[in-house]
DNA sequence: CTGTTAGCGCTTTCAG
DNA sequence: CTGAAAGCGCTAACAG
């Protein structure tokens, strides 16, 4: 059955044409004749004529095909994040290879290699946070395979890249907090090594400074990002003299162990103590203890604006120019927990 | 600098050789000297040659890619899905395409398109709530394309599926309920024409008059799967003089609408009321009501195994046979909700 | 063990 | 306006 398929040829053939005339018509090609042109696209309409396109991907070397390489899907971050690249790829006529790294260097080095070998257009990615070695990024230099990063960077010069301001993120979060009332301010990080951990403290530092006040270093602990390490932060946060009432917890599900344990020790969430966190779930709202506020880095928003980034990049004719690599900052925004079920179904 | 990227043929000259010697050498043909095999691989890797995946798909008729069709990512139950076939996939070689219909027959029709003419091995998938005609999916058939369907599988003959038993998923519901001490036991069911309500109505009849119960129709109530839905089929259960204190819903999703309606109605959940509904997701444990137990469905698991048989059926050669099709169903298991937390990253 | 030849399906000069 | 010919990079008979 499948040797049925009709090829460019078939249709000459039965038209008496050559192949060529058989594919300018169907590229509506100006030199063709309407006549011809009709006939060959009648008769490759009822013959059920697709062109492969494995055949011209490969004479044009363009496969119309972007790979994205983030860590995993089961986070929600990605996978919204991932909606939006598809979305916007498929709107430009683009398809979209997926590849999980799982947080491993050679998973994600493995993963690469294949992409390049079946010659993607280009690139999106956020890289394991366990990469240390970056030759497989910059490997794609050679096949002119561009790749822009997001959320998760790099440091390599000269690329492209999409990605939240954490540490003005942060700062909001702070002046939200004092807004509030809260004087005593703590931040439960995550883990030092971290791009995104360093960007925290950062904005907590400077929210800090800004508002005349002075930075105490047992405000600030770090969690491995586990149930357990948020706990123990939270542990030793009570501990100490001055325990925080108002805190910024590395991310929403930092923010709901730590209110846990914060209920368990007889604390009125809300008001005794308080959280604001990042990622900004769309569970904040069936929670117990919801943060009263999250950052949120608008995941598919990110992944839109990246592809769309790459095909600016793929559509400028000016490759391999002198280009320093494009970024963009998205703004991040504080929202009050107020989510909605919009109709999600798992059946 | 791309052309700088070396063939086979470049090998070829200047080692003096042909190209189908190179071609045979690098891919360890065993009638190849040992001498000329080891001289081509070096200068292979000296030369960084990487062979162009495009001419060799084009030649081979083969991709080694795969298709995966679903409504949308930023459902976990999908996320969670095509994790497990990405992952499967890439332990055998395979790359995945990705494509959300976003529940749009339209849309569907357009990606499952555009997967064809990108002339992928296999495709797997969960169609779209709203598709009526499945031309597109039977079409594949004239071009030797195997398709596995997956959660939401379409009314067609033969055709080779993975999917829950949700018949016999509500019928532990309802007698894990029953095992509970509650007599009265009601069903928040999604929209009619999903073939998923219906199952869940099936198990649900099943177990009542396998228990020598009789069947109450005020205690089923369709939702259209928002929070107001629910909650009008929350309300219309409280309006009837006998009110159900044992409740399967639909999804969490709903079990956590339905919850947040009747707290506000001060019964105490667990307790005046329970809840029992299906996917357990992820979040359970951090919520303020979570329903006493889920229908797990192991979605990744479910993608794994779509994947697994579609590997499979690509590896028969006896294709085009007189396949009545696979059918796999995987068996939910009820569990009672504890999560855990396993140090998610959202920076 | 290796070279020659042909060809996958399509596009694209170059002629006419 | 259309045909002939070449070729994208690689593999696979078919000869030697």
Do not use: W
């Not at 169907?26 to 696209?41: E, F, M, Q, R």
């Not at 490759?44 to 095909?65: C, H, M, S, V, W």
């Not at 003005?168 to 002046?175: D, L």
């Not at 949120?296 to 990049?313: H, N, T």
């Amino acid at each position: 059955m499948s040797d049925k398929v009709p090829t460019i040829k078939v249709i000459a053939k039965k038209l008496g044409l050559s192949a060529s005339t058989v594919s300018r018509a169907l590229n509506d090609h100006p030199s063709i004749g309407l006549k011809t042109k009709t006939l060959v696209k009648q008769l490759a309409k009822d013959l059920g004529y697709e062109p492969n396109q494995t055949a011209i991907f490969f004479q044009k070397r363009k496969t119309f095909t972007i790979g994205v390489v983030l860590p995993k899907l089961s986070e929600t971050f990605f996978s919204e994040a991932i909606s939006g690249i598809e979305d916007f790829a498929s709107m430009n006529k683009y398809i979209v290879f997926l590849g999980q790294s799982h947080d491993d260097e050679e998973r994600e080095k493995k993963i690469i290699e294949s992409m390049k070998n079946h010659r993607v257009d280009g690139i999106i990615s956020s890289i394991s946070k366990n990469t240390t070695n970056y030759a497989h990024f910059e490997m794609l230099k050679k096949y002119d395979i561009p790749i822009v990063f997001f959320d998760c960077i790099p440091p390599i010069e000269n690329i492209n890249s999409v990605e939240c301001d954490m540490v003005e993120g942060t700062i909001k979060a702070v002046s939200f907090l004092l807004k509030k009332g809260y004087r005593n301010i703590g931040l439960i990080n995550g883990p030092h090594k971290l791009l995104a951990s360093q960007q925290r403290l950062e904005g907590y530092r400077i929210a800090i400074n800004k508002n005349r006040l002075k930075f105490d270093p047992n405000l600030v602990i770090n969690t491995d990002l586990s149930t357990k390490g948020t706990h123990d932060a939270m542990a030793e946060f009570f501990s100490h003299k001055r325990t925080p009432t108002g805190i910024i917890t590395f991310n929403d599900y930092v923010a709901l162990d730590a209110a846990q344990f914060a209920f368990q020790r007889n604390k009125t969430i809300g008001k005794d103590i308080s959280f604001v966190s990042y990622a900004n779930l769309p569970i904040n709202s069936y929670m117990a203890y919801p943060p009263l506020a999250s950052i949120e880095q608008f995941p598919y928003d990110q992944g839109k604006r990246a592809m769309e980034m790459l095909l600016g990049i793929l559509e400028s004719e000016n490759k391999s120019d002198t280009n320093k690599g494009f970024r963009i900052k998205i703004e991040t925004e504080l929202v009050l927990n107020s989510h909605q079920n919009s109709g999600r179904i798992f059946s």
